[in-house]
């Protein structure tokens, strides 16, 4: 198993709440959270049971219609996975639980109980057919999985000592130097290209082959395909996920949803937003009505943004109708050839990075009222109690007109101001121009 940063997550989890609450982890198919809570039973507790309701029998599954004999149950799992569970030393893992939406109301008796620790791993965890007729339990914890991060990937290649160097250089404000700066830049766009999917990183870490990395995310996106046929047969959430590349590059203020349905608007398509949201295979950026402090609460629902929540998915997806062999998108990115208009490449990158780091995504367009000029913050987040905004360039190209503008306009409310590009850190008063490999620390 990879080095995955939710492992202490879980243990703090684990030592908080002391069998009071279940942890349910949710995520993204193929994320790998049923690799790290299997390692992380094996770890931290004497004895754990495993129950994968993708595999389990319809006996199994029909266990949880009934929660009126608790110790019937428990007995019937330790009979049926050979596993002697200990009171108070002992997990059950409910893996996929959305597919038995009766285990997952039964962990309110459970906890009650208080004889085990439950942990749920869940995908299409909110969908509304998964949680039809069942109580949700408040005695659930969640947590979010992403994708591996740029840390996490450089882990998995044997390098832990990058990145703890690169944030001693980000809080000293130092520049790197030219040749390391090159080296990160090159590390970063190899971690753009495979992505943080742990198929996609162990079959690049064993092949050295893009064209077989490209295969395993090709898989990947299938699988997310099926998922969305199950959720909407009618194939609208397909749709609209295949054009979230093509809605990027049209430089628009928004996703325009008429020109991906006919006849749609996005008023319309807000359940199914929710549930791409939901299947955590998309990011949504909401428009920030008011940018100040407080963001969600002035978010525009029928105004959004859609990134993939993994990069590497991205760069396939992008491809998804050619064969590898016409793709040399691969080539381009890793030696700094990317085309101008495929620079979005860096706003989706931008856009993963500060949701692994817990930010929501907002972003906001005005018009300035003099020059009659439409501008666009491509994010924006909170920091110091103020709002910081970001704008996102491909190369090193230092013009910020969007964020000038936005400052004029709203100085009060900001602290800093940030562009995140290809090039070394620099700052200047309140501007930071930031390396792209640097935006992990905002």
């Known amino acids: 198993m990879y080095k995955r940063k939710i492992y202490n997550k879980i243990l703090n989890w684990k030592n908080e709440s002391n069998g009071h609450t279940a942890l349910l982890i949710e995520g993204p198919r193929r994320v790998g959270k ?4 299997k390692e992380f039973a094996k770890n931290e507790y004497e004895t754990f049971i495993l129950v994968d309701f993708f595999r389990a029998s319809k006996e199994t599954k029909a266990l949880f219609d009934d929660l009126s004999d608790l110790d019937y149950i428990f007995l019937q799992l330790q009979l049926t996975y050979g596993v002697s569970l200990k009171k108070r030393k002992s997990a059950i893992i409910f893996d996929e639980v959305q597919i038995c939406p009766k285990a997952r109301q039964a962990i309110k008796a459970f906890v009650e109980d208080g004889r085990y620790d439950y942990i ?30 740029f840390e996490e990937f450089r882990w998995a290649l044997g390098d832990e000592v990058t990145v703890p160097t690169l944030k001693k250089f980000y809080n000293s404000e130092k520049k790197l130097g030219q040749a390391s700066h090159r080296k990160l830049m090159r590390d970063f766009r190899l971690y753009m290209l495979v992505g943080g999917m742990p198929q996609a990183v162990e079959s690049y870490i064993i092949s050295n082959d893009f ?3 490209d295969s395993v995310k090709r898989d990947i996106l299938k699988l997310y395909n099926d998922d969305f046929y199950k959720i909407d047969p009618s194939g609208r959430l397909s749709t609209i996920f295949d054009a979230i590349p093509a809605q990027l590059n049209s430089n628009a203020s928004r996703y325009q949803v008429s020109g991906v349905l006919a006849g749609q608007r996005a008023g319309s398509v807000l359940e199914s937003i929710a549930e791409l949201k939901d299947s955590g295979t998309v990011l949504v950026s909401y428009h920030a009505n008011d940018p100040n402090i407080g963001l969600s609460q002035n978010k525009d629902l029928s105004r959004f943004k859609l990134f993939t929540a993994d990069t590497g998915l991205f760069v396939t997806l992008l491809f998804k109708d050619k064969d590898f062999t ?12 990317l085309q101008a208009n495929l620079g979005y490449l860096y706003e989706n990158i931008v856009a993963q990075t500060l949701v692994s780091n817990g930010h929501e995504l907002f972003y ?12 666009e913050i491509d994010f924006l987040i909170t920091c110091n109690k103020k709002i910081c905004p970001i704008e996102v360039k491909s190369s090193g190209y230092k013009k910020h007109s969007s ?3 936005f400052s004029e306009k709203y100085s009060a409310r900001i602290s800093r101001r940030i562009l995140a590009y290809t090039k070394e850190y620099q700052k200047e008063g309140f501007f930071e121009y930031l390396p792209i490999y640097m935006v992990q620390f905002l």
């Open 364 to 375: 906001h367009t005005f018009l300035n009222e003099a020059s009659k000029h439409n501008y």
């Open 403 to 405: 964020i000038d503008n």
């Open 211 to 213: 064209s077989i990395v």
């Open 34 to 37: 049923s690799t790290v809570v």
């Open 326 to 337: 016409e793709n040399d998108i691969y080539s381009r990115l890793l030696n700094d050839k």
């Open 120 to 149: 749920e791993t869940g995908s299409l965890i909110s969908i509304h057919k998964n949680v039809k007729d069942i109580l949700i339990p408040s005695e659930e914890r969640k947590i979010q999985m992403h994708p591996m991060d």
